[in-house]
């Protein structure tokens, strides 16, 4: 489980925090909040340094991308998708967990 505040996030701009030892990619979008595993299915590539565009991310090694939402891999040369997590809100207080 991790906690954070959301208001710390920037819209757009990923951030990675770890839960119960996974390192995980959270990711605000308008005023949702998504939260996948952080390593790119294809390369192992840190998620969280890429781009996001709508709800989609992209690693910034090979330019996969993923859906921010489903975990799903949209483009090669990912095929495998990306694990997501559950994100509750209370206020401003995240609570991120498996």
């Known amino acids: 489980?991790?906690?954070l505040a959301?208001?710390?996030?920037v819209d757009g701009k990923p951030v990675?925090?770890?839960v119960n030892g996974t390192q995980v990619c959270v990711a605000k979008v308008g005023g949702d909040?998504?939260?996948v595993a952080d390593t790119c299915?294809?390369?192992e590539a840190s998620l969280s340094e890429g781009e996001?565009?709508?709800s989609k991310i992209e690693c910034w090694l090979h330019g996969a991308e993923f859906d921010l939402r489903t975990g799903?891999?949209?483009t090669p040369p990912a095929t495998a998708p990306l694990k997501t997590f559950k994100v509750v809100r209370n206020g401003n207080?995240?609570?991120i967990t498996e």
């Open 1 to 3: 489980m991790a906690d």
């Open 72 to 74: 799903e891999a949209l």
């Open 41 to 43: 299915t294809h390369a």
């Open 16 to 18: 990675a925090v770890e």
């Open 52 to 54: 996001i565009t709508g």
């Open 33 to 35: 909040i998504f939260a």
């Open 93 to 95: 207080q995240l609570t």
């Open 6 to 9: 959301f208001d710390s996030l």
